[in-house]
């Protein structure tokens, strides 16, 4: 018995005045876990029993080709992957509804109407179901929230931008798998298209990898789909409290018992059997309640803050790096222009050089023709100003060489520093995108969590207030009883 309900049934005692019914009641509660489990055990053989007569398919088997299909189907294919989950998704949603309308079914019975469908081939009339892991079989819609399916074909959309069709597509299936509303839906699909188009700039990597990034986008769509658990808790708990208010209403109220058929022992037998009845109840619906508020999905909140944070820090190292850059390409082009202006200055000395050279020569050549008796003087002097001429444009030649490689080489460090910029501005932008993302869906999240959580708290407020009532108004007959003994 869970600690809530030992102590509510002490205190009905402490009610009671601790007479001779206490320690009765005592040992009564104290049965109901053994009793219990002796029905869980017996509910397990005949689930086993079923399930061993039936085919189904793996669940294992099945989650891995779903994850698969997500991430390998492109263009198309993606296409039609999405119309063919979506067209099984929603007749399970319209079975869903269908039966919630109807009256309740066991599980077997449910088994035994599936055994005769007419085409038990259908997707959505396809149960799975692994031995090794045990509890019920599930259908499609169950599979596909405990894979990685819908996370899978996220990336995809990511990683390829998804056209209109798809987009139409994809809302549909967020309406069917995640929480919110459909503005919501709407909002997560524009932020994955505003991924998908920075990612798609997104190349060189720096300092984040893009499979980091698909990561947290991932893990951020789980958190926020919905939990096939919880639907099932949800239609259990509604049942049990539904028995106890028919027991209630069936029985009456406790402390109204016909006292002269309380004297008969077989009516005695009668309410203690209707006790350990509603016991049985409230115990499974506390399991029920409690594990629905340990349910949760996607990082916890210490995990998001450390995805933001190393986001952010990354995005201050991208922008001072990029600022780092930024100044050693202006160092660069400084230096390139003082190369420039020294390659002018000497251009110049070396163009006055060669005019004046060239009109020496033309003055020799001058007096070659005019004296003939000088011509061997004035041919070794032709001669040496040829040669000066020549070491002046080799040494000019030289000197341009030099200088283009110097000017080339700062070049080529410019188009690397500006290449390395504009990747640092493309990731810091895709990280800052990534962020607003991440923000939104946590946003989203903790807002589905906080109310989860107070829905929980007040229905386990609830039903602790009535089994203490219920608790007291049985003490209160058996008094009446010993009193009429």
Same mark, same amino acid.
Request: net charge negative; aromatic share 6%; proline share 1%.
């Given at each position: ?45 005949? !689930?086993? +029993?079923?399930?061993? =007569? ?8 099945? /989650? $891995? #080709?779903? *994850? ?123 932020? !994955?298209? +505003?991924?998908?188009? =920075? ?8 300092? /984040? $990898? #893009?499979? *980091? ?123 390139k222009e003082e190369a420039l202006k020294v390659r002018v200055t000497k251009g ?19 007096k070659k023709d005019d004296l003939e008796a000088e011509l061997k003087k004035i ?16 040494e000019r030649d030289q000197f341009e060489e030099a200088n283009n490689q110097i ?79």
């Amino acid at each position: 018995m869970s600690s809530w309900l030992r102590s509510a049934v002490n205190k009905a005692v402490e009610v009671g005045n601790k007479n001779n019914l206490t320690n009765t009641v005592k040992k009564y509660a104290d049965t109901v876990v053994q009793h219990a489990g002796q029905a869980v055990a017996e509910g397990a053989k005949i !689930l086993h +029993d079923r399930i061993s =007569a039936r085919n189904y398919r793996s669940v294992a088997q099945t /989650v $891995k #080709r779903l *994850e698969e299909a997500a991430i390998s189907h492109r263009g198309p294919e993606r296409v039609q992957l999405l119309r063919r989950w979506l067209v099984v998704l929603k007749e399970i949603e319209n079975l869903s509804g269908a039966s919630a309308e109807g009256k309740e079914k066991t599980l077997e019975q449910h088994l035994a109407v599936e055994d005769i469908k007419e085409n038990p081939q259908r997707p959505s009339l396809v149960l799975y179901y692994d031995s090794d892991v045990g509890g019920e079989p599930l259908n499609f819609r169950d599979v596909f929230l405990q894979s990685q399916a819908l996370e899978g074909i996220t990336l995809s959309m990511i990683i390829e931008a998804p056209n209109e069709e798809e987009v139409s597509l994809l809302l549909e299936m967020f309406g069917l798998c995640l929480t919110g509303r459909k503005e919501v839906h709407n909002a997560i699909v524009s932020s !994955l298209q +505003d991924l998908a188009t =920075a990612f798609s700039s997104y190349q060189d990597e720096v300092l /984040v $990898k #893009r499979e *980091e990034l698909l990561q947290f986008a991932q893990r951020a769509i789980t958190g926020l789909k919905i939990n096939s658990d919880l639907a099932r808790i949800d239609a259990e708990a509604s049942s049990l409290r539904k028995k106890l208010s028919e027991i209630t209403t069936s029985q009456g109220v406790v402390n109204k018992v016909d006292y002269k058929a309380a004297e008969e022992t077989e009516a005695t037998l009668k309410a203690l059997k209707v006790a350990l009845g509603q016991i049985r109840i409230c115990s499974r619906l506390e399991g029920l309640l409690l594990k629905k508020k340990n349910i949760s999905n996607g990082d916890s909140p210490e995990v998001h803050a450390q995805k933001v944070d190393k986001l952010k820090v990354l995005t201050e190292s991208l922008v001072n790096s990029a600022a780092k850059a930024e100044k050693r390409i202006s160092d660069n082009r400084q230096q390139k222009e003082e190369a420039l202006k020294v390659r002018v200055t000497k251009g110049g000395e070396t163009s006055e050089k060669e005019k004046e050279l060239t009109a020496e020569i033309s003055e020799l050549q001058q007096k070659k023709d005019d004296l003939e008796a000088e011509l061997k003087k004035i041919n070794t002097s032709l001669a040496a100003a040829q040669a000066r001429l020549w070491n002046v444009r080799e040494e000019r030649d030289q000197f341009e060489e030099a200088n283009n490689q110097i000017v080339e080489h700062l070049k080529i460090k410019e188009d690397e520093l500006t290449k390395s910029i504009s990747s640092c501005r493309v990731e810091s932008d895709v990280i800052k995108t990534w962020i607003n993302f991440l923000e939104d869906t946590w946003v989203l999240q903790q807002s589905n969590t906080e109310i989860y959580e107070k829905q929980v708290s007040d229905e386990l407020e609830r039903h602790e207030d009535y089994f203490v009532n219920l608790a007291i108004q049985l003490l209160t007959t058996y008094q009446v009883f010993n009193f009429l003994y």
